[in-house]
């Protein structure tokens, strides 16, 4: 491999999540099982390369904790609203594509904003441009402008919340600088 | 108790499975078809869970696991094929 | 299920009977979704995403029955499973069904990104009629080589629109 070798710290995340799918596999997870495992994932990161993942550094759990129970209320909460869409509304319902331009310029960050995004019922990502970082949403039983405003500033949330919990200091600080959260202009 | 757990969860699945199958038949397009296959797969993980969670045992786990990764090879491959076929057609 | 259960058992397994049939009922709604939506974008909402919390629900109601640690582990890396590859599939079967005009345009209250789409349809256009050589092999594969190879990566790596 002619690339440059990936340090053992950017590998670790994806080390501990293998030996982790080793063990739960197994479902053992004595000493001896979990050693083995990561022998293993040692051997499988190292012959199955793969662009490393490149993580800030930080990670707060304090904002992660919260992000991840208000996550999971927001997906409760909009299974059901999808649900009774489907069974009072259904053929009539109106959406709407609606390009939201993301703060971070970072892979990472937009693929996250993206999955977390596209987890909550109700939005989708329809595509994705990297050269300006802006998703296109699809959000279901969009009506107006008011519908999207709101979807998109509820996408720059996600974005700032999650770039609280692992953005680089650069984004946190220009997150920080552009104080409260203002809707941006639409698309490019 | 466990009996009537059984046949409701059974009952709504098997209406569950019966529309995405309507669906699969009658499907405008090829990608109607993936989607609701996509959704019988994860119907089928429902039903293999219930039966764990129900009978208190977990054989089937490492199945439902299987089964997600094959919906999303499935739906993955077949969404690329689409997009080929259409975009040469269009460009011509 | 126990049997008779008295006490704390008869709790559980009332949780747990609540949860698979709330489960079940979130299949029946990707199901009623799949048969009353109207084109292929709304469909995909209602099909892929509420099985997330279902299946969410029916492991949460298995870890609870089986009432050992050793158990949430592996349901975590099930359930996680799940998380990372459903709005990948999602956003392919949409970027698919986008791309070859599944939608119902008068249905779509604004379509930010047909803008952007024709724009650049305008500009491949025009380098068509520049030089044919260069611009037949970039169209007959558009942003799918690039989605192809952001896919090792992640899931929105694509190139976009601008392809």
Same mark, same amino acid.
């Given at each position: 491999?002619?690339?440059?070798?990936?340090?053992?710290?950017?590998?670790?995340?994806?080390?501990?999540?293998?030996?982790?799918?080793?063990?739960?596999?197994?479902?053992?997870?004595?000493?001896?099982?979990?050693?083995?495992?990561? =022998?293993?994932?040692?051997?499988?990161?190292?012959?199955?390369?793969?662009?490393?993942?490149?993580?800030?550094?930080?990670?707060?759990?304090?904002?992660?904790?919260?992000?991840?129970?208000?996550?999971?209320?927001?997906?409760?909460?909009?299974?059901?609203?999808?649900?009774?869409?489907?069974?009072?509304?259904?053929?009539?319902?109106?959406?709407?594509?609606?390009?939201?331009?993301?703060?971070?310029?970072?892979?990472?960050?937009? @693929?996250?904003?993206? +999955?977390?995004?596209?987890? &909550?019922?109700?939005?989708?990502?329809?595509?994705?441009?990297?050269?300006?970082?802006?998703?296109?949403?699809?959000?279901?039983?969009?009506?107006?402008?008011?519908?999207?405003?709101?979807?998109?500033?509820?996408?720059?949330?996600?974005?700032?919340?999650?770039?609280? &919990?692992?953005? @680089?200091?650069?984004?946190?600080?220009? *997150?920080?600088?552009?104080?409260?959260?203002?809707?941006?202009?639409?698309?490019? | 108790?466990?009996?009537?757990?059984?046949?409701?969860?059974?009952?709504?699945?098997?209406?569950?499975?019966?529309?995405?199958?309507?669906?699969?038949?009658?499907?405008?397009?090829?990608?109607?078809?993936?989607?609701?296959?996509?959704?019988?797969?994860?119907?089928?993980?429902?039903?293999?869970?219930?039966?764990?969670?129900?009978?208190?045992?977990?054989?089937?786990?490492?199945?439902?696991?299987? *089964?997600?990764?094959?919906?999303?090879?499935?739906?993955?491959?077949?969404?690329?094929?689409?997009?080929?076929?259409?975009?040469?057609?269009?460009?011509? | 299920?126990?049997?008779?259960?008295?006490?704390?058992?008869?709790?559980?397994?009332?949780? @747990?009977?609540?949860?698979?049939?709330?489960?079940?009922?979130?299949?029946?709604?990707?199901?009623?979704?799949?048969?009353?939506?109207?084109?292929?974008?709304?469909?995909?909402?209602?099909?892929?995403?509420?099985?997330?919390?279902?299946?969410?629900?029916? =492991?949460?109601? &298995?870890?609870?029955?089986?009432?050992?640690?050793?158990?949430?582990?592996? *349901?975590?890396?099930?359930?996680?499973?799940?998380?990372?590859?459903?709005?990948?599939?999602? +956003?392919?079967?949409?970027?698919?069904?986008?791309?070859?005009? +599944? *939608? +119902?345009?008068?249905?779509?209250?604004?379509?930010?990104?047909?803008?952007?789409?024709?724009?650049?349809?305008?500009?491949?256009?025009?380098?068509?009629?520049?030089?044919?050589?260069?611009? &037949?092999?970039?169209?007959?594969?558009?942003?799918?080589?690039?989605?192809?190879?952001?896919?090792?990566?992640?899931?929105?790596?694509?190139?976009?629109?601008?392809?």
């Amino acid at each position: 491999m002619s690339r440059k070798r990936t340090s053992f710290r950017t590998e670790l995340p994806l080390l501990v999540w293998l030996v982790l799918v080793w063990g739960a596999l197994w479902r053992d997870f004595s000493p001896g099982n979990l050693a083995f495992g990561a =022998l293993i994932a040692v051997v499988v990161a190292r012959i199955f390369y793969l662009p490393p993942v490149e993580l800030s550094g930080r990670f707060n759990v304090w904002r992660a904790i919260p992000f991840a129970a208000v996550f999971l209320g927001k997906v409760v909460a909009a299974s059901f609203q999808v649900m009774y869409l489907a069974v009072f509304r259904g053929p009539s319902v109106s959406n709407a594509v609606v390009a939201v331009p993301l703060r971070s310029h970072s892979d990472l960050m937009v @693929t996250a904003t993206g +999955h977390v995004i596209s987890l &909550i019922p109700g939005s989708l990502v329809v595509e994705v441009d990297r050269s300006t970082s802006t998703l296109y949403i699809h959000g279901l039983n969009v009506r107006n402008d008011v519908d999207t405003a709101k979807l998109r500033k509820e996408v720059q949330d996600a974005e700032a919340s999650l770039i609280r &919990i692992m953005g @680089t200091n650069a984004e946190l600080e220009a *997150l920080q600088a552009e104080g409260r959260t203002a809707t941006r202009g639409v698309g490019p | 108790m466990k009996d009537i757990v059984l046949i409701v969860t059974a009952v709504i699945l098997s209406l569950a499975a019966a529309g995405a199958i309507y669906r699969i038949a009658v499907g405008p397009s090829l990608l109607d078809r993936v989607l609701a296959a996509d959704v019988l797969l994860a119907i089928l993980g429902a039903a293999l869970a219930v039966d764990m969670a129900v009978n208190r045992h977990l054989n089937n786990l490492v199945l439902l696991v299987a *089964l997600t990764l094959i919906g999303f090879v499935g739906s993955v491959t077949v969404a690329r094929f689409v997009a080929d076929r259409r975009g040469q057609v269009n460009d011509s | 299920m126990t049997p008779n259960a008295t006490g704390a058992d008869a709790v559980i397994d009332a949780v @747990t009977a609540v949860l698979l049939i709330v489960g079940a009922l979130m299949s029946l709604g990707a199901a009623i979704g799949l048969l009353r939506f109207p084109d292929l974008m709304s469909r995909m909402h209602a099909a892929t995403k509420p099985q997330v919390l279902g299946l969410f629900l029916v =492991l949460a109601a &298995i870890g609870l029955q089986m009432r050992e640690w050793w158990v949430w582990p592996i *349901l975590v890396v099930a359930w996680i499973f799940q998380l990372l590859t459903v709005p990948v599939s999602a +956003h392919m079967v949409g970027r698919a069904g986008y791309r070859t005009k +599944h *939608l +119902h345009p008068e249905l779509l209250s604004t379509d930010e990104l047909e803008a952007v789409v024709l724009r650049a349809a305008v500009k491949r256009d025009a380098e068509k009629a520049e030089g044919s050589d260069s611009a &037949i092999p970039r169209t007959a594969n558009g942003g799918n080589a690039g989605a192809n190879r952001g896919s090792v990566g992640g899931p929105d790596g694509s190139r976009g629109p601008s392809a």
